[in-house]
């Protein structure tokens, strides 16, 4: 059984930073694309950010993209999503995820394995 180990999340004032790490306890055929999503309270799961294994190819949601940064460790199975200048509306729960292709990225529906997710508040 594969595990994804989401951590990094707390309490933020708006325009603070967060770094978020999603640790797999091994990696496997599957993990072809890492992706964080986001799921604020009555709202759908949506994408946020994603990266080939390979670190090649990296999309964004167009209202992160000029404030995360998301990047990889490979030798420690570990994805990290760097978010800056927060604003309360980034406020939710935020999860990792893994698939086998990214044709669809931004669908939850493609992804195989998800990690418990890590809350994220930023206060106003």
């Known amino acids: 059984q594969v595990e994804m180990i989401e951590s990094g999340g707390g309490l933020v004032q708006s325009g603070g930073s967060l770094r978020l790490s999603c640790t797999a306890s091994?990696?496997?055929?599957?993990?072809?694309?890492m992706a964080w999503f986001r799921q604020a309270t009555g709202s759908e799961r949506e994408f946020v950010a994603g990266i080939t294994w390979s670190g090649e190819r990296r999309f964004y949601k167009e209202f992160f993209e000029s404030r995360s940064t998301i990047s990889k460790d490979n030798a420690k199975n570990t994805v990290y999503l760097q978010m800056n200048r927060l604003k309360p509306e980034d406020t939710g729960v935020y999860y990792c995820a893994s698939a086998r292709r990214f044709t669809y990225f931004k669908r939850p529906g493609e992804y195989d394995l998800w990690g418990q997710g890590t809350q994220v508040t930023v206060s106003s």
């Open positions: 091994r990696r496997t055929d599957n993990m072809f694309f």
